[in-house]
């Protein structure tokens, strides 16, 4: 079975501390994953795709095979990246399976 | 470009009706992908359409279903609704495959069953 997880469903830093938000995964194919974010009243939108091995916002997340991880990190959190975050896997085409997601506060 | 245009925004039904959801692509696009977002689930795949056909489908009962249109426009119907199947439900367009395919989402549906 293709399985994504985001173990925390709240997570909760200060302004300026580093921020991990944790994905893992189950796949028995070469993974394609996917980070989305989701700002109070706004779509849902890419955040970053681990293929492009690119920054967005100071975000990063580097695929870890060996651990199935795709953790998503930033080394100073920010108020307005508060927001829900979901990584997301594609399995085949355009099915992709999402985590439940994190909800993440930056406390001023 | 215009973004991804969902319709109705809100929607209240009964058990037992039916239902008819629409989605509108970005111009170009021509894969639309169903999810349904809930709070305990989070989201979950429905079904793929691109080119009219179906390509891929999620574990949902036969009560759910779509197609696409030539113009890319897809409907995702419901049929014999049950309260479970109070929901955001979100459609998403993108072009076709390659590694840097990027997903658009639209704002969404919120059915409530009632």
């Known amino acids: 079975a293709q399985r994504v997880t985001q173990p925390e469903k709240l997570l909760s830093v200060f302004k300026g501390a580093p921020v991990e938000l944790k994905c893992n995964y189950s796949?028995?194919?070469?993974?394609?994953l996917f980070w989305y974010v989701q700002y109070s009243r706004q779509r849902l939108q890419l955040l970053l795709r681990h293929i492009s091995r690119e920054s967005i916002k100071g975000f990063t997340a580097d695929l870890n095979k060996g651990e199935t991880s795709f953790h998503l990190k930033k080394p100073f959190a920010q108020e307005e990246d508060s927001a829900m975050y979901y990584c997301a896997l594609r399995y085949t085409g355009n099915q992709f399976y999402f985590g439940t997601g994190t909800s993440l506060t930056v406390i001023p | 470009k215009a973004g991804v245009t969902q319709t109705p925004r809100y929607l209240i039904k009964t058990r037992g009706q039916q239902v008819t959801l629409s989605c509108s692509p970005i111009s170009g696009h021509r894969s639309v992908s169903w999810y349904q977002q809930t709070p305990g689930q989070g989201l979950q795949f429905l079904f793929e359409?691109?080119?009219?056909?179906?390509?891929n489908k999620g574990n949902f009962p036969g009560r759910f279903s779509g197609r696409q249109f030539s113009n890319s426009r897809s409907e995702m119907n419901v049929s014999t609704l049950e309260l479970g199947d109070s929901a955001l439900y979100l459609c998403a367009s993108s072009l076709e495959g390659t590694a840097k395919n990027i997903q658009y989402f639209g704002a969404g549906t919120r059915l409530s069953v009632l």
């Open positions: 796949y028995s194919g070469s993974p394609e």
């Open positions: 359409y691109f080119s009219e056909t179906q390509r």
